[in-house]
């Protein structure tokens, strides 16, 4: 089906039409403080089909239930420890999602076959609002096509979903810029399955034993089944081959000039633009400005027409490992370290 895409402003009418749309089985795209979800009730196998068509994703990946208040977790979580709960009470509502024994009526499509469920409770007062309204939990996968960059504004939804959803609820730009950490249990340690703005030192505040999943940094076997997504497959790219390149910004700019072309560009950090002689665009100094810019700079680089495109490697601590896990699998794992 071909929708005539609306943009919803974020007050009342706008999200009261939203959570219509969301309690008639419809998709919507709707604002969170990471990126934007591609949101459908989390328990009708019908919309959640209808993400996976939008998205063009595989159905072997999991998808992220939304909730609005604290209390509905225990609505689809078989249990939860006692160390998700301290985590939920130091960082929810926010960008944590936490996997937990799903109960049946959570169905298989939105857990990606799996016997658990990762869930949420953002931060973002538009989301909350729109949950609410809907009178159920929203699975959300970010609202971009599979495998291109995430979106943090509503453009950016536009660009992917013109077409394949009715509407996006345009909360502005997202606050953080990559999406949720993602954590899992065993026993009173934490696994940390995707990292984010909530760090592995964020973590240990909460518990000393914070292991990191292999899948962070290493390709996953494609036959594995992962409990978070954003672990398999290719993910986050633009059309132009992403390559990360580790060094000094001397080193880095000897490299670009060796490997040139008309259509080459690289992405350097903002102290590096008054140094750097060649075609680029800059994603900031700091983690978190990097977190915040990262999307948006790598689907830049598809209007630009950008065939290659250089990375300056982040710092991979803090908030920086979930800058460096998204431009992993933007590269394909294509690294070089001169």
């Not at 999602?97 to 109960?103: A, H, Q, R």
């Not at 291109?148 to 997202?174: E, Q, W």
């Not at 292991?211 to 997504?229: E, N, Y």
């Not at 490299?255 to 350097?268: A, L």
Request: aromatic share 8%; proline share 6%; hydrophobic share 40%.
């Amino acid at each position: 089906m071909i929708y005539e895409t609306k943009i919803l402003k974020p007050n009342k009418e706008g999200i009261n039409e939203a959570a219509k749309l969301l309690k008639s089985g419809e998709v919507v795209a709707i604002p969170t403080e990471t990126v934007y979800g591609l949101a459908a009730d989390a328990l009708n196998e019908e919309a959640v089909v209808k993400i996976f068509k939008a998205k063009g994703r595989p159905q072997d990946n999991p998808l992220i239930v939304h909730i609005a208040d604290f209390e509905k977790i225990y609505n689809y979580a078989q249990e939860v420890p006692k160390v998700a709960l301290k985590l939920a009470e130091r960082f929810w509502p926010g960008p944590l999602t936490m996997v937990l024994p799903k109960k049946d009526i959570v169905p298989k499509i939105t857990s990606g076959g799996l016997e658990t469920i990762g869930i949420r409770l953002p931060s973002n007062e538009v989301a909350r609002k729109i949950i609410r309204l809907s009178g159920t939990a929203l699975a959300a996968p970010s609202a971009n096509l599979s495998g291109s960059p995430s979106p943090t504004c509503a453009a950016h939804v536009f660009d992917d979903m013109n077409g394949r959803i009715p509407a996006i609820v345009d909360g502005g730009s997202c606050d953080v810029g990559v999406e949720s950490t993602v954590v899992s249990f065993e026993g009173n340690a934490i696994r940390l399955l995707r990292p984010g703005f909530i760090s592995i030192e964020d973590l240990k505040e909460v518990s000393e034993e914070v292991i990191a999943d292999d899948g962070i940094l290493h390709k996953v076997d494609p036959g594995k089944k992962v409990l978070s997504p954003g672990m398999k497959y290719k993910h986050y790219s633009p059309k132009a081959r992403v390559i990360i390149v580790e060094g000094s910004l001397e080193s880095f700019i000897s490299y670009v000039s060796k490997h040139n072309s008309e259509k080459t560009y690289s992405m350097i950090f903002d102290s590096d633009k008054n140094l750097f002689p060649f075609k680029n665009l800059t994603y900031g100094d700091t983690s978190l400005s990097q977190a915040h810019e990262v999307f948006d700079k790598l689907r830049e680089f598809d209007k630009l027409g950008a065939e290659i495109v250089f990375v300056r490697c982040p710092q991979k601590e803090g908030v920086g490992l979930a800058v460096y896990n998204r431009l992993l699998r933007a590269a394909g794992f294509e690294v070089i370290t001169l």
